[in-house]
């Protein structure tokens, strides 16, 4: 099994931000420290993160832009049209992986139980350090006057501090 990502997503006076690390893990071994895990759909508008298995997450990118073209790019309709295949479908049901994935406006987390949801506070985090990034975000959105780009780097750091699938070598998409 393949562990070793961290994806935190931060909305924050307008601006969008979905940042990650680069680590990939598996067992004991780090096979790779620098993966890019976020990406940019929809001809730029949309902005995606994965968690788990890299080959299930580039199928179920390559899923979610099929269903962003289809409801015209409109992220709420794609996400929920997703889940629905993911959580329906015999193939994409053994999957192992998460995305976020985000807009200007809107921002979701989809998993393969059929998940599709809007985090509270406009941040969110998926994977092995999530918990802790996204615990430094809130904290440093909550008490600072940090940018959205500013927390995504010293939530994503702090959480590479503490876990040991999370690396420093971190990668940034912003809307």
Sequence with gaps: ???????????KDGHTVLAGDGQVTVDKAILKGNVKKVRRLADGHILAGFAGSTSDAFT?????EGKLKECQNQLPRACVELAKDWRADK???????????ASKD???ILSGAGDVLEPEHG?????????YALAAARALAE??????????EHALRIAADICVYTNHNLSFEEL
Aim: glycine share 8%; charged share 15%.
């Design 106 to 108: 809107n921002c979701f």
């Design 123 to 131: 941040i969110a985090a998926i994977g092995s350090g999530g918990s």
């Design 1 to 11: 099994m393949f562990h070793g990502t961290t994806i935190l997503c931060i909305r």
């Design 91 to 101: 193939f994409l049901r053994r999957l192992e992986a998460m995305l976020i994935v």
């Design 143 to 152: 008490h600072s006057t940090l940018n959205a780009r500013q927390i995504a």
């Design 60 to 64: 179920l990118f390559e899923r979610f």
